[in-house]
């Protein structure tokens, strides 16, 4: 039979293991809210800002190429991985790493060069120990995630997408779904496509180009353009730290969840060990009293 | 006329306008009812607004982009 004491700090050790995964879970899932509610927020700004990119491909042509938009013959290509600081959140770690491993070596077999742009610390840790080429780091970003500080970031990949020639930027991150799925995608988001699905579609329709609307254009519809591509590229960046950062809130709330409760399991079982202990004591102890006064007589 | 104003964080207004004064990166310029479909980008500054029950107040935005159509005023700002 179990020693009693052993039971009794095993289950207050339990008990308090218990205490701070129920915190984490709630933490989790007040910070989910907030990112639910900032992707909500995004979306609706998302959608506007392509209905007058839409708008604006019906009036002027978008033929002029943008640098952002454009090609650039390289043989060198730069992917983003979006992982988290802290560990407690599932797999939502493995399965990143996992795609973007694959991802890198799709890359490589088109004869790329790679370059790793990290967020977050365990990828960080991963790919550095297997010597990838890790051009920059960032672990701060995540748990400041406003629009502020993302157009950094998106200004920082704009600036090495064109000055150092990659070929392309794709990221690798978490697409949140719900508190509960979230998904490994890998995504290219430089160069933007941004006018492509319009041209298909001009063609199609162009006979009618004649009954749209025609825009008046202030100042200049070059102007516009310059200002709506790397908007919608901010917007990209954006909501990629955002789907990474709600993602792991929920895989965190999920993963703590499931920890309270085995937990509480745990502290049942052991309660129940505990007190088959106490009562099979105190039955020992009745038989030796009794068995003592039977002596006596 | 139904004005909405949008940054990526959050829905700033929304409701019903009857004029609209914006910064324009080419000078400030008013909209009124049945304005022509435009699209114009703004700077930061104020923006003035007349509600639909005729109280005039200010809002301040960065630089974004507007646009109108049919009655229809959005404005994007960072």
Request: hydrophobic fraction near 35%; charged fraction near 35%; proline fraction near 6%.
């Given at each position: 039979m179990a020693n009693l004491r052993e039971v009794r700090t095993r289950i207050a050790s339990v008990k308090s293991t218990r205490q701070i995964t129920s915190a984490m879970k709630m933490v989790s899932a007040s910070k989910l809210r907030k990112g639910q509610n900032a992707i909500e927020s995004l979306r609706y700004y998302a959608d506007h800002l392509k209905d007058i990119k839409n708008e604006l491909s019906k009036t002027v042509s978008l033929k002029q190429g943008h640098e952002l938009t454009t090609m650039i013959e390289s043989k060198k290509a730069l992917v983003v991985i979006c992982s988290s600081n802290?560990?407690?959140?599932?797999p939502y770690n493995t399965y990143i790493i996992k795609k973007a491993k694959s991802y890198i070596n799709w890359l490589e077999e088109q004869k790329l060069e790679v370059s790793l742009y990290i967020i977050g610390k365990k990828a960080n840790d991963f790919f550095k120990k297997h010597q990838y080429e890790i051009i920059h780091f960032d672990q701060n970003i995540l748990e400041k995630a406003n629009f502020e500080n993302s157009k950094e970031v998106a200004e920082h990949l704009k600036t090495l997408f064109l000055e150092q020639e990659f070929a392309r930027v794709d990221a690798v991150y978490n697409k949140f779904k719900n508190a509960v799925v979230h998904e490994p995608i890998a995504k290219k988001i430089?160069?933007?496509?941004?006018?492509n699905e319009e041209k298909a579609r001009d063609e199609q329709n162009?006979?009618?180009?004649?009954?749209h609307l025609k825009h008046i254009l202030e100042p200049s519809q070059e102007k516009i353009v310059n200002y709506i591509v790397p908007k919608v590229f901010d917007v990209e960046v954006y909501r990629i730290l955002l789907d990474s950062y709600t993602s792991e809130q929920g895989a965190r709330m999920t993963a703590m969840h499931q920890a309270t409760e085995n937990a509480s399991e745990l502290i049942k079982d052991l309660t129940l060990t505990y007190n088959k202990a106490r009562q099979a004591a105190i039955t020992r102890e009745l038989v030796e009293i009794v068995s003592g006064a039977e002596a006596l007589k | 006329m139904f004005l909405e104003v949008i940054s990526p964080e959050k829905t700033i207004y929304s409701g019903e306008v009857v004029l609209v004064q914006l910064p324009g990166v080419m000078g400030s310029f008013e909209i009124l009812k049945n304005h022509a479909p435009l699209m114009a980008l703004i700077e930061e500054g104020k923006m003035k607004i007349i509600d639909g029950n005729r109280k005039m107040f200010h809002l301040d935005v960065n630089d974004g982009i507007v646009e109108v159509k049919d009655n229809q005023i959005r404005v994007l700002i960072s």
């Open positions: 802290k560990g407690l959140c599932g430089l160069p933007i496509d941004i006018f162009s006979f009618d180009e004649e009954e | -």
